[in-house]
Structure formats: C-alpha cells, structure tokens
C-alpha cells in the first residue's frame, strides 16, 4: 500500500504565505514526477506545479514566480511555498506522485486526500 498524507493547508489573506507538504509511505521503490494539483469549485482539477526525479520544474502560468515546489528524496516528501498569495488561488490542493512499487511493476499515480486553501480577506 502507498500513502499519500498532505498538510499545511488553511486561511490566509491576501499577500501572506503557506506552505503545503506530501509525505509518502508505504511500498516504494522510486517516485519519478511529484507534484500539485487544484480543483475549486466548478473548476477542472489543474496541475500547480510538478518536478522531476532530476530537479526539474513546471509550474503554472499563474502561480510562476509565487510558487515554489521542492523535494527532499530522502524523506519521499514534496513541498509547495506559496508566497503572494490571491483570492483566486483558493481551491483544495492535492498533491499526486508517481510511483514504482517493485522493479518489475510499472509506475502508477497516487494522490493525497487534499488540503483546502482559502485566501480571503
């Protein structure tokens, strides 16, 4: 089983910082891609910001320079600091990996249980 356990969500105002963290457990062998995703409501589910097994970034055109993703291997834990936050950055936030179980299975998609951000004044 693999386990996806976000935290770090919550209520701020405009401007302030959060930072969001996904700690994986359970049967891993290696996650590639780990990432953040967001959904508010009447939304798609977005991706935030992704980055890969070598350090390589993606994020989204709204949040880039704002937002931050990071990984600590070692901890199989992922970060998101979001800084300047705005009112339409509200939304729950997921985080998603991928992840190989043995060396022969094949890497699959796991999320976390979300996180709600809400930027209000």
């Known amino acids: 089983q693999v386990q996806l356990v976000e935290s770090g969500g919550g209520l701020v105002q405009p401007g302030e910082s959060l ?3 996904c700690a994986a457990s359970g049967s891993i062998l290696v996650i590639s891609t780990m990432g953040w995703y967001r959904q508010a409501p009447g939304n798609q589910r977005e991706l935030v910001a992704d980055i890969n097994s070598v350090g390589n970034t993606n994020y989204l055109d709204s949040v880039e320079g704002r937002f931050t993703i990071s990984r ?9 600091q979001m800084n300047s936050l705005k009112p339409e950055d509200t939304a729950v936030y997921y985080c998603n990996a991928r992840i190989k179980k043995t060396w022969t299975s094949r890497f699959d998609d796991y999320w976390g249980q979300g996180t709600q951000v809400t930027v209000s004044s």
Do not use: G, M, V
């Open 19 to 21: 930072r969001l963290s």
């Open 72 to 80: 600590d291997n070692a901890k199989n834990t992922w970060y998101l």
